[in-house]
């Protein structure tokens, strides 16, 4: 009850500038361009100018590989503070949001510098389909309300409240958020594993 209305309110006042602007910025200040931000992060150069342009919205997993290509961060991009604690009370989480659909994001972590795994819960409004993906890495899903449709390499998993999945993220997968009602996700990723760029 009351409760809700504290989160709702949390909610609204951790708005983050247009993250497509941050990019671009980035990425202009840095010299690079659109061909070797997206060679670097293994995506499309023209899934790159659509986020720069606000038409495309990445999932936290293909921003992570953003940030890397531009020597930053989620945090920096979206202006949230970056804050290390190994102890982080229910009240204090880091948020925000991503995308013109408004995905909200509960960070859980991380709790040291150099960690590996990145807890969230993530609430996805109705009818969201996240970004198809595969790299190198591992992710843990439990999805703590709202139903979810998970296609992982060919496989098709519907998700109700309790249900969870393990899998490596080299297998192409994506999901979409079924029903007429919110989806609250726990999740816990590993930074998506690049090969070292080659010295010229």
């Not at 102890?87 to 859980?108: H, M, P, W």
């Not at 993530?122 to 979810?148: N, T, W």
């Not at 899998?167 to 007429?180: C, E, F, N």
Request: include cysteine.
């Amino acid at each position: 009850m009351d409760e809700r209305n504290s989160d709702d309110a949390q909610k609204g006042k951790r708005e983050a500038p247009p993250l497509g602007q941050a990019i671009r910025h980035r990425r202009k200040t840095l010299g690079k361009t659109l061909v070797e931000v997206a060679t670097e992060a293994d995506l499309t150069t023209g899934f790159i100018s659509q986020v720069e342009r606000g038409i495309s919205s990445p999932s936290l997993s293909s921003l992570r590989s953003i940030a890397a290509a531009l020597h930053t961060s989620i945090e920096q991009l979206l202006s949230v503070p970056e804050q290390y604690s190994e102890f982080i009370a229910r009240d204090k989480r880091q948020t925000f949001f991503l995308g013109v659909e408004r995905r909200f994001y509960e960070k859980l972590g991380p709790g040291f510098a150099g960690s590996l795994f990145h807890p969230s819960i993530i609430h996805r409004p109705a009818g969201h389909e996240s970004e198809h993906m595969h790299d190198k890495g591992e992710a843990f899903f439990y999805l703590m309300s709202g139903q979810v449709e998970y296609h992982l390499d060919g496989a098709v998993y519907v998700m109700n409240p309790g249900d969870c999945i393990h899998h490596d993220t080299s297998k192409p997968h994506y999901s979409r958020v079924l029903g007429d009602q919110e989806a609250v996700e726990l999740w816990v990723t590993t930074s998506p594993m690049r090969n070292p760029p080659k010295n010229s």
